[in-house]
């Protein structure tokens, strides 16, 4: 065969195998809820691109087929030429040249190059090679089936049965509202509110609980002047009650009943305040919030107490809270800190109970996960001991320093990027 011709059908087999590869990425790579988008949207093509992906032990018997046999006669091709340059008698070097150039053009341009633009392009590539493909994939179809069949034999006992994937993953679904929010389809609050509710159903109750040092209790033989004094300073509407011990909770005082009681002058100030308390609702402290939250609505209560594995008192949780989780922390009365107060460009007071996942999606402080919830509890590891006001860790290029203290509790922390 003439040496250019061999030439222009190695350049034109090696433009097929890379086909074939990019072809196989692009497909792989899309997204089946953007391709049913499209669907909807009428776009040409669209549904002849989701048929092919639909089945993709066919398409891949396909491409493979056709990228081996595209391969196949690449190296053949670069063999006779490369032997038939070298003269006779030396066959074995040829050989060896041969094989060592072909497989370092196709890994380069025919695999890595190719499979890298349609990585990066999924969607223009299938929809640009979809009818070609169409066309190889009716050329290769007795042998494509053969393959397909053969294949679907030989790994029959390394299969197992699996139920219907769900037509949109989660990871999907987290995808195109990054997307969204990226390219401004989705504003920045919406986006974070869905992201926020996928994380939803993976907390327990423990991590978002108001802990059980930070409860504002209340003695069963209150009376109605005691409870007020403990009232006045506090933001709570909802109070446990307890006797004895705080372990032993026996109800919940509403500040709403206790007022209503005062307007129509069924209360006075020496007089108990308990038998106006409500039923208390006890969840373990492990229970998913959001089977948390359907069991509240369910029950049609605002607050539940939150049980250890012991029996105690681990904490309580609000409805307030559980939706906090979504829609950002929710801060109604005047005089109450925010959790996340700027103080220059570099500088931000943040609460020491704001969890380390919340803080670092929200102030991106690449914070280690460990045996803590919150940016309090990752100080007193760093630390190993409760500080006192003006101790700082420094982590990361970020500087954390303990700027308010209550007894041996952290309440706020000064962040600082260095």
Same mark, same amino acid.
Request: no cysteine; charged share 25%.
């Given at each position: ?7 222009? =059908? ?13 072809? @196989? ?6 997204? !089946? ?14 549904? !002849? /691109? ?7 032990? !066919? ?18 091709? #670069? ?10 008698? !030396?066959? @074995? ?50 042998? #494509? ?12 006992? *390394? ?6 994937? #769900? ?15 990226? +390219?401004?389809?989705? @504003? ?6 869905? =992201?926020?509710? *996928? ?93 948390? *939250? ?12 939150? /049980? ?14 559980? /939706?906090? @989780? ?7 009365? +005047? ?39 919150? =940016? ?16 700082? /860790?420094?982590?990361?290029? =970020? ?20």
């Amino acid at each position: 065969m003439d040496t250019q011709i061999t030439i222009v =059908l190695l350049v034109v087999f090696l433009g097929i195998s890379a086909f074939f590869s990019s072809s @196989e990425t692009a497909f792989f790579a899309l997204q !089946r809820v953007r391709i049913q988008h499209l669907v909807a949207s009428g776009l040409a093509r669209a549904e !002849r /691109v989701q048929r092919m992906k639909e089945d993709p032990e !066919r398409f891949l018997a396909t491409v493979l087929l056709g990228n081996n046999l595209v391969n196949v006669a690449l190296t053949a091709l #670069a063999t006779s030429l490369i032997i038939s340059s070298l003269g006779e008698g !030396r066959q @074995e070097i040829g050989i060896a040249i041969a094989t060592a150039a072909v497989t370092i053009v196709i890994v380069i341009f025919g695999e890595a190059v190719p499979k890298t633009i349609a990585a990066r392009h999924p969607e223009r590539l299938a929809f640009l090679f979809i009818r070609p493909l169409e066309i190889i994939e009716k050329v290769l179809l007795p042998l #494509a089936t053969v393959l397909h069949r053969v294949s679907g034999v030989l790994a029959r006992p *390394f299969s197992q049965e699996r139920p219907a994937a #769900a037509s949109v993953s989660e990871e999907e679904l987290r995808m195109l509202v990054t997307i969204g929010e990226r +390219e401004g389809a989705v @504003e920045q609050t919406q986006a974070q509110i869905i =992201l926020k509710a *996928f994380r939803f159903g993976d907390l327990r109750a423990q991590e978002v609980m108001t802990p059980r040092t930070e409860i504002v209790w209340v003695h069963k033989d209150a009376t109605l002047a005691e409870f007020l004094q403990i009232y006045a300073p506090e933001t709570h509407t909802r109070f446990p009650v307890f006797e004895s011990e705080q372990d032993n909770v026996i109800g919940m005082l509403y500040i709403k009943d206790v007022m209503k009681a005062l307007s129509d002058g069924k209360l006075r100030d020496d007089d108990p305040v308990t038998p106006l308390m409500r039923t208390a609702l006890f969840y373990p402290e492990t229970k998913p919030v959001d089977d948390l *939250f359907v069991g509240m609505r369910g029950e049609g209560t605002q607050i539940v107490m939150l /049980v250890d594995e012991f029996g105690g008192i681990a904490g309580l949780l609000t409805l307030k809270q559980i /939706v906090g @989780e979504i829609v950002g922390r929710i801060t109604e009365e +005047e005089g109450t800190a925010p959790d996340v107060e700027t103080i220059d460009d570099q500088t931000l007071q943040v609460d020491a109970s704001m969890r380390v996942d919340e803080a670092n999606e929200r102030l991106q402080l690449g914070l280690p996960d460990g045996d803590y919830e919150t =940016l309090a509890g990752f100080l007193l590891a760093k630390l190993g001991h409760v500080p006192h006001e003006g101790e700082q /860790v420094r982590y990361n290029g =970020l500087r954390l320093v303990v700027s308010e203290m209550k007894g041996v509790k952290i309440e706020r922390i000064l962040v600082t990027r260095w």
